[in-house]
């Protein structure tokens, strides 16, 4: 059992930055490949990032490519996303998920409880 709890979504301005955090319990995270996915609401939870069990390899959606960072401490049983150049329709709340390195919703076993982020205009 693996459980993943988000911090350090909040308000921020159209250009700005965010760090999510999401701390995992459990000794299997640094066998887990990582992912963060985001719902907005009335749209379906999309991928965001994913990063592999040792960090070397990522993938980020194109959406947010070249904005977010999605990286690991193993040491610390912890996932970041480094979100910068903020847009308002990078409001969603966020996901994070362990599992398979990957980009669709079913390689993921464990789910957070979401952290919400809002990008005002």
């Known amino acids: 059992q693996v459980q993943l709890v988000e911090s350090g979504g909040g308000l921020v301005q159209a250009g700005g930055s965010l760090r999510l955090s999401c701390a995992a319990s459990g000794r299997t995270f640094s066998r887990s490949g990582m992912g963060w996915f985001r719902q907005a609401p009335g749209k379906e939870r999309e991928f965001v990032a994913t990063?592999?069990?040792?960090?070397?390899?990522?993938i980020h959606a194109d959406s947010v490519k070249g904005r977010f960072t999605i990286s690991r401490d193993n040491a610390k049983n912890t996932v970041y996303l480094q979100m910068n150049s903020l847009k308002p329709e990078d409001t969603a709340v966020y996901y994070c998920?362990?599992?398979?390195?990957?980009?669709?919703?079913?390689?993921?076993?464990?789910w957070g409880q979401g952290t919400q982020v809002t990008v005002s205009s």
């Open positions: 998920a362990a599992g398979a390195f990957g980009v669709i919703k079913s390689n993921y076993d464990y």
């Open positions: 990063i592999s069990r040792s960090g070397d390899f990522r």
